[in-house]
């Protein structure tokens, strides 16, 4: 029994040191976190003012919301309009690349949102809008973008000769480099950070426009609505605007046609044969008078054909796309959380502040156990040379 509580006497006082050693060890750490408060404090002023400021500095955005859906099964049918044009006026099988065919539905609207060919149709157009000064104006939209992002305040600091560049005209083709420099950016600018879109499940595509100012915003993604479908419902009807073409150009080629043969039939008899101008002349009459009847007869059958392919083409040029929800003031507002972030940065400040100072008084801790170490080492390597070199008594 005295054997065994023997043993177990060391163990509790190793449970009893070591507990010790760590509450030691705690407040030798919190002494020196006390000590080197200073330091927490202005890195998390520091770091905390800084994210207050740059979250303070972003403005508010607006974002304008509008929804609309696609209607693909409005305009003509393909095979009814194969029919009217085709098998009516005798061409037969049309080439497939004259049809009507798909107009691309959404995946096709989608990349036209992002196109800056659709871009530049509003970009160019102008309205009257606000200076940053409360100031109205008309101008192109190009213009009050440029204005209100502040990229011409920004080229002006860096002396950049693209600060004094404004567009005059809409007319893009006579562009200089600096021009296209310019309308590129604004363009690539939209499409990254401004002008979004959405397509939800049923098929309903949102989208949304955000600026630093309302007015902007709204008017913006209104006019963009507008281009979008007049510019997409064209190039969905220019197929079958073809088709009619190649249809009237066929009708005008017969029609010259069988007059070059009406008129080569009564040459060829009064050349051949004298005395038809006296005993057939009226035949020949009623004859070619018949044909031209026959002729106008077809003429007003193909007139009504064409009234019905008109309707057809008016059908299709109406507006694919209808719009759901447009936008309307007060837009929605987007402000940055500036409290939120000197909040953040306070918490962020503090916590490396605490680890720098933790982890520099533990390395430090950690070279001076190594530093004893060495020693010790040192002094059992030196310590029988010591003793030999001793004299004896």
């Known amino acids: 029994m005295s054997n065994t509580n023997n043993i177990q006497k060391p163990k509790t006082d190793n449970a009893g040191f070591s507990a010790e050693k760590l509450l030691n060890l705690a407040k030798i ?6 000590k080197y408060s200073w330091v927490i404090a202005a890195l998390a002023i520091v770091l905390g003012y800084y994210m207050y400021q740059s979250k ?12 609309f859906s696609l209607n693909e099964s409005s305009g003509a049918d393909q095979s009814f309009m194969q029919q009217v044009l085709g098998g009516s006026l005798g061409i037969g099988a049309l080439d497939p690349d004259l049809g009507l065919g798909q107009s691309g539905g959404m995946p096709m609207l ?13 970009l160019f157009q102008k309205v009257n809008l606000p200076n940053r000064k409360g100031k109205y104006r008309e101008d192109y939209f190009i213009n009050h973008i440029i204005e209100l992002n502040g990229y011409r305040e920004l080229w002006s600091k860096t002396k950049s000769s693209y600060a004094n560049i404004y567009f005059k005209n809409d007319s893009t083709d006579g562009f200089s480099r600096d021009q296209n420099y310019i309308l590129l950016t604004v363009c690539n600018n939209i499409i990254k950070g401004q002008l979004s879109d959405a397509v939800s499940k049923a098929g309903i595509l949102t989208l949304k426009f955000k600026s ?13 609505y507008k281009e979008l479908n007049t510019y997409y419902t064209q190039k969905s009807v220019e197929k079958q605007r073809r088709i009619y073409l190649a249809a009237r150009i066929r009708r005008d080629s017969l029609e010259k046609e069988m007059d070059r043969a009406e008129k080569g039939y009564i040459s ?8 038809a101008m006296g005993q057939h002349a009226e035949e020949i009459e009623i004859q070619y008078l018949g044909r031209k009847l026959s002729g106008e007869m077809e ?3 193909m ?16 507006p694919l796309l209808q719009a759901i929800d447009k936008p309307i003031y007060p837009l929605s507002r987007e402000a940055p959380n500036a409290f939120m972030a000197l909040i953040t940065g306070l918490a962020i400040g503090t916590f490396l502040g605490t680890a720098l100072i933790v982890g520099k008084k533990a390395l430090r801790d950690y070279m001076k156990s190594q530093k004893k170490e060495k020693e010790k080492e040192i002094d059992v390597i030196l310590e029988p040379v010591i003793k030999q070199n001793l004299p004896t008594p």
């Open 110 to 122: 989608q990349e036209l949102i992002k196109t800056r060919k659709t871009l530049e149709l509003v």
């Open 299 to 301: 003429a007003y059958f």
């Open 29 to 34: 750490y919190l002494w020196e976190l006390l």
């Open 56 to 67: 303070k500095k972003i403005p508010v955005q607006f974002t304008a919301f509008l929804n």
């Open 212 to 224: 630093s100012h309302e007015e902007l915003s709204y008017h913006f993604l209104l006019r963009f």
């Open 268 to 275: 060829y008899l009064n050349t051949h044969n004298l005395a």
């Open 303 to 318: 007139a009504i054909r064409n009234v019905e392919a008109a309707k057809i083409a008016l059908e299709q040029q109406t």
